[in-house]
Every structure is written in C-alpha cells, then in structure tokens.
C-alpha cells in the first residue's frame, strides 16, 4: 500500500501514449505509466475504469474491489509472438489434443486493488486470453516482471542488494542452484511474490494473508495463479480454466505458497528459516499494525528466530514522515509512527536504514544483523554502508536482468538508524 506525494512533481490528467514521446521503454511498470491505472483525481471515483471485483470483507479492510483501466503495452504487433508462446506450451501439456483451436490474446489491462474505493492496495498488470476453439474460458496471467508502484520497486531493489552484501549466494539462486526462502506477509495483488520466484529461480516464496476477499480478488481478477493457495475451504472458488497455472506459470506457481493466516501466528507456527522478509501489512484504515513493531509484542521476537542469523533481511514498507505532514496533518497517518517502528527493528535486528522512494511518500525500512558490513571493530558509518550496497547495485541489475535500476531506490534518502 503506499501514498502519493504532494508536490513531487505529478501533473494531472490523462497521459495519451505516443511514440513519439518515449520511443524506447523496457520497463512497463514505469511510473509514467502510472496516468492510465490511477483514474480520477477523485479516489471514490473509478475514471475511466470499470469494477471487475468488489466484495466485503470481514478482515477491517471495508469494501475489496478491482477496478480495471486499459494498458497502452505491449502494443498489438507484439501480440502474435505472446500467442505462438501460449500455443507451444498449451501443445506441449495437452499433446494428446486436437491443437487447431489457436490462442488469442484478448488484451492488456491494469487492476488496482481498493480497499473502501478510496485506498488503492496494490495494482498489476493482466493479460487476458482465450482459445478460439473456447471463447468462454478465459486465461488471466499478471505479468510478473512489471512492478508498476515505485515502493515495490524499492522494497525488491534495497532488500536483494542488502541480501548480496551480506555474504549471500544471491547468483546460485537467480541460477537456481541454490534455494532462498523469501517470506511476503501482506499479499495484496501478488506482485511482488510472483515478480521474486519468476526472476530467481531457486525461490521459494510464502505469502501470508489474513483476508481471504483479498486472496480471492488477488486469484480471480488480478491473475495470481491459483494453485498457489495450498487450503482447500468452501471460501475459495475459482472460475479458471483448469490447466491455466500449467500453461501460464510453467513451474513459477509450484514454487509460491499462498497462506492465509495472521502474520503472528504464522511466526509463531512456522518452522522455516528466512534469507529474505518483505512486510507490507496495511488494513483499509490504512493502518500498520501496532504488534508487527511493538517490541514487546511476540511478532518480532518469532521473526527474528526464523531469519538467518547471518545475512537474513527483512524489508518494510512504511508511510514515511515528509515535509508536507505540517501542511496536512491528516494525510499520513503512519508518519508519526516511523522513527518508532525504525528503532524496534533495530533494537531486535541489529542494523537498520531507510530509504525514500520516490513519488510518493513511503520509506522502505531495512533490517538485518549486520554482521557481513562490520570488517573491523569501529562502528559502521552511513558512507560505508551505503557505498558497499551501491557497489552490489550493477550486480543485482545484471544478473537479475532488471528493467529499472535498483540504484535510485538505494540511494535515495538514505539513513542510517541510530
């Protein structure tokens, strides 16, 4: 969940997509982009979107809905190829088939999860196919390289680039020679569960989420695949093709294990131990909750017993304090609360730094031993810090074949936690 800045330089309106604007954009979840999910200026208003999902929770998070807006890419003459994809994988699950119904691809579009239609959660991008031979059975897939909100970007970027400092194999992985437990608690759409076991190939990913409208929204509108979710409950029916996960995800989906389950007790029950953490637990209050911070509270002592104890990291998304709190007091709820939550996990980690992200007013908050950065006995100073994760950003770029730079999410407000 994150918060849109004030005065940072976001200019209203629609963006009409040209190529003679951007000739050249490898990332599809540039924040340029943004103009054509956000919709109305007005947050209860759906724009130029339509609702394709909305149900009430029971969780605290109101009224869940998915509120669809078309996506200018990937443009149609790229469409063709995408389709031959789906043919081969389709002929090579189902080869005992007649094969002369051809995939179609019906189009791109983005989701924005809400929360009490004013508070958007997560958002993705989907594309929608069918087989000619079957218009009614519709494949939704998010495109799992698309991380279309900056915060997720700069969560992904400082957490692998802390990991690879920290003395971890973060190559074997991507190679998918070694295995790396990562653990999402808050799934929201499933963006960057998906975006983590597709890039690295030896992930296997746990996602927890307590509310099961939200597991339904994120399967059935936004195209996590559905065979991720390990509980069988007459809570969850999903109207997919059956053979969509195998087709769409090849072996993406039996890597990610979607729990529904309180953060809290899923610590408190769980016997795995975590290279990499990421938190991002908001409710439709818009509110972080107090136990995943509060040191006194069972949740961190439990995070902290199953994160490795050497180059284990954990990343949490916060609304950050900003300049604009003093102009409007109401507009950040969770401001007042970083500098707290920061020092907790400090005091429970070791180490801790923020980052700013940028356009809107989150910090991602970093923790981690520590124990890989202290070479002497001196103390760790900001600079060296900083310039040893920023030695490992072409690094992470490179090898994980990123299509944004994570060193602008690295470097970008940097503070130590004292």
Not at 141 to 161: E, I, N, R
Not at 308 to 317: A, C, D, K, L, S
């Amino acid at each position: 969940m994150w918060r849109r800045g004030v005065g940072l330089g976001w200019h209203g309106g629609r963006r009409w997509c040209s190529s003679v604007v951007r000739r050249h954009l490898e990332d599809e979840g540039d924040w340029s982009y943004a103009s054509e999910w956000w919709g109305s200026s007005h947050c209860s208003g759906d724009g130029e979107g339509h609702t394709v999902f909305r149900s009430l929770s029971d969780q605290g998070n109101g009224v869940v809905s998915v509120v669809a807006y078309p996506s200018s890419r990937p443009a149609p003459e790229h469409w063709p190829a995408i389709e031959r994809w789906l043919q081969e994988r389709y002929a090579k699950i189902h080869p005992e088939f007649d094969h002369n119904g051809q995939f179609k691809i019906l189009g791109y579009q983005w989701r924005v999860l809400r929360f009490n239609d004013n508070t958007r959660q997560s958002t993705a991008k989907i594309m929608a196919a069918c087989r000619s031979t079957d218009y009614a059975s519709i494949y939704l897939m998010q495109q799992p390289f698309c991380l279309a909100v900056p915060y997720l970007k700069s969560m992904a970027s400082v957490g692998l680039t802390t990991l690879a400092s920290s003395g971890y194999d973060l190559l074997g992985a991507v190679m998918g020679e070694r295995n790396i437990n990562v653990l999402c608690i808050g799934h929201g759409g499933g963006a960057l569960p998906l975006f983590m076991a597709s890039k690295i190939r030896g992930a296997t990913v746990h996602s927890i989420e307590i509310d099961p409208v939200v597991i339904t929204a994120s399967v059935q509108a936004m195209g996590f695949p559905a065979s991720a979710l390990k509980e069988t409950s007459d809570q969850f029916s999903f109207s997919c093709p059956h053979d969509a996960d195998q087709i769409l995800w090849e072996d993406v989906h039996d890597r990610i294990f979607l729990h529904r389950s309180d953060a809290e007790d899923f610590m408190l029950n769980n016997s795995n131990i975590y290279d990499l953490v990421f938190i991002d637990a908001y409710d439709g209050d818009d509110i972080f909750p107090r136990k995943l911070w509060d040191p006194d509270a069972p949740f961190l002592k439990a995070l902290r017993s199953r994160l490795h104890p050497v180059h284990g990291t954990i990343v949490v998304n916060l609304h950050s304090d900003s300049d604009v709190l003093a102009l409007f007091p109401n507009i950040l709820p969770m401001g007042k609360y970083v500098s707290q939550v920061a020092r907790a996990y400090k005091e429970q980690f070791g180490l801790a730094f923020t980052v700013s992200v940028p356009w809107l007013c989150n910090t991602s908050l970093v923790a981690c031993s520590g124990v890989r950065f202290h070479k002497t006995n001196t103390s760790l100073t900001r600079d060296a810090l900083l310039n040893g994760l920023i030695s490992k950003s072409n690094f992470i770029d490179s090898f994980l074949d990123l299509p944004f730079p994570s060193l602008q999410y690295i470097k970008r407000g940097f503070v130590l936690v004292e």
